[in-house]
């Protein structure tokens, strides 16, 4: 049974820091690229920043520069270090798993408000 367990989500001021964690399991993680994603209220989700089971990133430009992905192949886990955040940060942000098959975790509320 697969599955990905989102954590690290909650309300943070404008400028501050939070640090997303995803729990895997059931995959054989080392092949997997894991991604975030993000998705607002009446938007679309969209890839935030993907890593490849040897460590290349890539990043989306709304996040260049402030958030950072990575991972430890093993423990089986994906983070996302976020810095400088902003209101428009505002989201649900998931965790995806990716190789022959395409994973979801349920998500975690990031909020970004004074």
């Known amino acids: 049974q697969v599955q990905l367990v989102e954590s690290g989500g909650g309300l943070v001021q404008p400028g501050g820091s939070l640090r997303l964690s995803c729990t895997t399991s059931g995959i054989a993680f080392s092949f997997y690229t894991m991604a975030w994603f993000r998705q607002a209220p009446g938007k679309q989700r969209d890839v935030l920043a993907t890593?490849?089971?040897?460590?290349?990133?890539t990043y989306a430009d709304s996040v260049k520069g402030r958030f950072t992905i990575s991972r430890d192949n093993a423990k089986k886990m994906v983070y996302l270090q976020m810095n400088n955040l902003k209101s428009e940060d505002t989201a649900v942000y998931y965790c995806?798993?990716?190789?022959?098959?395409?994973?979801w975790g349920q998500g975690t509320q990031v909020t970004v408000s004074s």
């Open positions: 890593i490849t089971g040897s460590g290349l990133t």
């Open positions: 995806n798993a990716h190789y022959t098959s395409n994973y």
